[in-house]
């Protein structure tokens, strides 16, 4: 019953975030015509968000609220297509120095594309995948659990000015590492530069 109740609110969360970006859409490129965000050479970026992540494997699962950060960067392809490298990560559970068998997390290198269906609007689609590492300093368990995964998404590019945007976003990611499942929908706020 409380695992209904999760996705039922993930799902409201998801609609209610794609109808407010499709809202923006409409809005925004009218008011904001004035500060065009230009899309071209190098871009990068830095994201911080909560993620509602869940974990399985044959002796336990658990799921939880965590911690969001990454850092992304690579080449405008023209003003449709963006291509980069997405290092981010999930912070499970902090680690204590006090306490050496505290702190776990999970990391993933991707390599990914942004997809703006538009060449005046804000509005993105993201996919990507690669690398994941899953650590942990709890006794009795791996170190690290390494494997691979895939991550889906989008967004909107608020202009700030020419060069800077601010970009709240949505993503969806699930991998494998070694005998566990992982998935995550993370919202966040992020910073996008060109």
Not at 71 to 98: D, K, M, P, Q, R
Request: net charge negative; glycine share 14%.
């Amino acid at each position: 019953m409380k695992r209904k109740k999760i996705k039922l609110r993930i799902v409201s969360l998801v609609a209610f975030i794609f109808f407010a970006l499709l809202g923006c859409s409409i809005i925004i490129p009218g008011a904001s015509a004035e500060e065009k965000f230009e899309r071209s050479g190098f871009w990068g970026g830095v994201d911080f968000g909560v993620g509602f992540v869940q974990q399985s494997s044959e002796r336990a699962e658990e799921d939880g609220d965590h911690f969001y950060l990454g850092f992304e960067g690579g080449y405008t392809l023209n003003s449709h297509f963006l291509i980069g490298v997405e290092l981010s990560g999930w912070l499970i559970e902090a680690t204590n120095y006090n306490d050496p068998s505290e702190g776990e997390g999970i990391m993933q290198a991707f390599l990914i594309t942004r997809y703006y269906p538009s060449s005046t609007m804000g509005l993105f689609a993201k996919v990507g995948g690669g690398y994941v590492d899953h650590w942990s300093n709890h006794p009795g368990e791996s170190r690290r659990k390494n494997g691979h995964g895939l991550t889906f998404g989008g967004g909107y590019d608020f202009p700030i000015n020419k060069n800077l945007a601010v970009t709240p976003f949505l993503n969806y990611s699930f991998w494998e590492t070694d005998d566990q499942d992982h998935d995550a929908w993370t919202l966040g706020i992020g910073f996008t530069w060109q």
